[in-house]
């Protein structure tokens, strides 16, 4: 599985847009890239997944390079409840889908 | 609709004892997955099943066993308890999509 790099840690101010970086140099082809972000000690929960186009929900955007070797996470109005550890994660394709594993991730800290 | 629910909450286990984590979903899916979270650390894999049948070592299996006889049930061993393994154990069930729920969460101390 492709290893992810992520700064420790971020501030952003509230209401302002929060972009968190994720690089992954050594991703596959099939391999996809996902976001889960942790708060407190609540479980993980999922944000956004993609595999090479741009995409966006409910809760945030995700960007990925053309050589999709990083991507970065948008929350575009982050609010104090943003505050969390959020997770890059590359998921292998193929027979390698099953396993999911998480790295340190970065701790995002929205401040008023 | 429950999601991941796990069992027990909280548990104190003396050195040497054993036990087993619950985890049950109710959504069909066929990937469960158990992870542990020491403090202040992201979490690491322990087991994986991507089916009712099959199951995988992740990164940190040793000192645990998992089962996976039904799609809804997939149970975490702890045969010989060591204090090593005092952490939070968090269950998640996903399905092809790719988004993983996650249970709340089983604080284990090993004394």
């Known amino acids: 599985d492709a290893k992810t790099t992520q700064p420790p840690s971020m501030d952003c101010a509230e209401g302002r847009a929060a972009n968190l970086p994720c690089n992954h140099s050594t991703i596959s082809g099939n391999e996809y890239v996902y976001w889960y972000r942790q708060i407190h000690s609540q479980g993980p929960q999922y944000i956004i997944h993609g595999l090479k186009n741009n995409e966006t929900n409910e809760m945030a955007s995700l960007i990925i390079t053309e050589d999709r070797k990083s991507s970065t996470l948008i929350l575009p109005h982050a609010t104090l409840r943003d505050t969390a550890v959020y997770y890059c994660?590359?998921?292998?394709?193929?027979?390698?889908?099953?396993?999911?594993?998480f790295g340190q991730g970065t701790i995002l800290t929205v401040h008023p | 609709n429950a999601g991941v629910t796990q069992t027990p909450k909280f548990r104190i286990l003396k050195i040497g004892q054993s036990m087993t984590l619950q985890c049950t979903q109710d959504?069909?899916?066929?990937?469960m997955y158990w992870y542990r979270q020491d403090p202040g650390m992201g979490l690491k894999l322990i087991y994986y099943s991507v089916g009712a049948g099959i199951t995988d070592k992740g990164e940190v299996p040793n000192g645990y066993n998992v089962s996976r006889s039904t799609t809804e049930d997939f149970p975490l061993r702890l045969e010989l308890a060591a204090p090593s393994q005092t952490s939070v154990y968090f269950c998640a069930a996903g399905g092809t999509g790719g988004e993983l729920f996650f249970g709340e969460g089983s604080r284990l101390t090993v004394l």
């Open positions: 994660i590359v998921r292998g394709g193929g027979t390698s889908y099953g396993k999911l594993t």
């Open positions: 959504m069909n899916h066929n990937y």
